[in-house]
């Protein structure tokens, strides 16, 4: 039977500056060119094999756990709707430079091209933010595709960060990006991301970054076909109202952070020291202040501190937080499955 377990960190190099801060979090190996931790990953940096896979304390990866015993560790009702897979990659980002302006496909986009299940739909948690922060969400007026094809194609990285549509962020916000949003994080947020399974990013820009986008910037699939990804309409402010959410994480408190607009995609609560037992259920929880322990109906109680990453299996059963606060990240439910896009 699956078992709960705290999480090594499991940073690798990408093409952005930053690190050191989820370093100084979970015990890692810090920058400078490691801004993303993923946790619980069953999931493999595009066109790679291993990389971005979680390994458990016993050498095996997680990815390969689930595949040998999904019900113990996802639950039979997951798994008879979305079968073997968590349906989640949770990951750190703390960029020291600003991110690309990037998008990521929908569901119907990656099948058709890509042969995948999943688009990513992804969703942004504020842990640290600088004075005056911003992020750019979606463009701040209809655009066309020929007009971003020119911009791409002329290296116009600040045409194209200049626009977005601009969301000053502090720490406690939280904003979801649906699928085919332009979007770009500023330098020295810290961010904990919860997104569907995939690593499907296409670039817009990448000027001042260690990548070349003619190459690696289009999925393998040619800006052409990619920019059909894309979604060139603005979002209206009634929109960003179910996308964007304010002040999630304060202490003691038991909230859930997201609207219902992340439903059909995951789930994210606020676990302070007063909140109720958790439903058994497959879940990872990122202790982000104090320390205490987690009593678990079918495992040992579990000391926590700060920096911990605790991977919960639903075989452990319902479960509950004392003397700490944090992030619980979880799959969708069931019932929400049909709605994701």
Do not use: C
């Not at 960029?95 to 998008?103: E, I, W």
């Not at 091209?113 to 942004?124: P, R, V």
């Not at 992020?135 to 655009?143: I, K, R, Y």
């Not at 979604?231 to 038991?254: D, F, H, M, Q």
Request: hydrophobic share 40%.
């Amino acid at each position: 039977m699956a078992k709960p377990e705290k999480l090594a960190s499991n940073q690798f190099d990408h093409f952005y500056k930053g690190g050191y801060k989820i370093g100084a979090l979970r015990n890692g190996p810090g920058g400078p060119m490691r801004p993303e931790e993923w946790i619980g990953s069953m999931t493999t940096r595009f066109g790679e094999k291993t990389m971005g896979l979680t390994t458990l304390s016993d050498g095996t990866t997680l990815r390969d756990s689930v595949l040998k015993d999904p019900e113990s560790w996802l639950g039979a009702e997951h798994l008879s709707t979305f079968g073997p897979s968590s349906e989640l990659l949770v990951k750190l980002l703390d960029p020291d430079q600003r991110l690309p302006v990037h998008y990521h496909p929908n569901r119907a986009f990656a099948k058709k091209h890509l042969s995948l299940q999943h688009g990513k739909t992804e969703a942004w948690i504020i842990l640290e933010a600088p004075a005056g922060a911003n992020v750019g969400l979606g463009f701040s007026q209809e655009q066309t595709k020929k007009d971003i094809a020119a911009m791409v194609e002329a290296r116009d990285s600040q045409g194209l960060i200049d626009s977005l549509q601009k969301f000053d962020v502090k720490a406690g916000d939280a904003i979801l990006v649906p699928s085919g949003v332009p979007h770009a994080i500023g330098a020295g947020i810290f961010v904990m991301e919860l997104q569907e399974p995939t690593d499907l990013s296409a670039l817009l820009e990448w000027n001042d970054f260690a990548v070349d986008g003619t190459v690696d910037g289009h999925l393998g699939l040619g800006f052409d076909t990619v920019l059909d990804a894309l979604r060139y309409s603005p979002i209206e402010k009634s929109e960003a109202a179910t996308l964007v959410t304010n002040n999630r994480l304060a202490e003691g408190a038991n909230t859930s952070i997201f609207t219902g607009a992340a439903d059909p995609y995951f789930r994210a609560d606020y676990l302070g020291s007063a909140s109720p037992r958790v439903d058994a259920g497959f879940g990872i929880f990122l202790v982000l202040q104090g320390a205490g322990s987690i009593s678990f109906d079918n495992a040992s109680e579990m000391a926590i501190e700060k920096g911990d990453a605790v991977l919960i299996p639903a075989s452990a059963g319902s479960w509950k937080v004392s003397g700490a606060q944090g992030i619980l990240a979880r799959p969708p439910l069931a019932q929400f499955a049909a709605q994701a896009i």
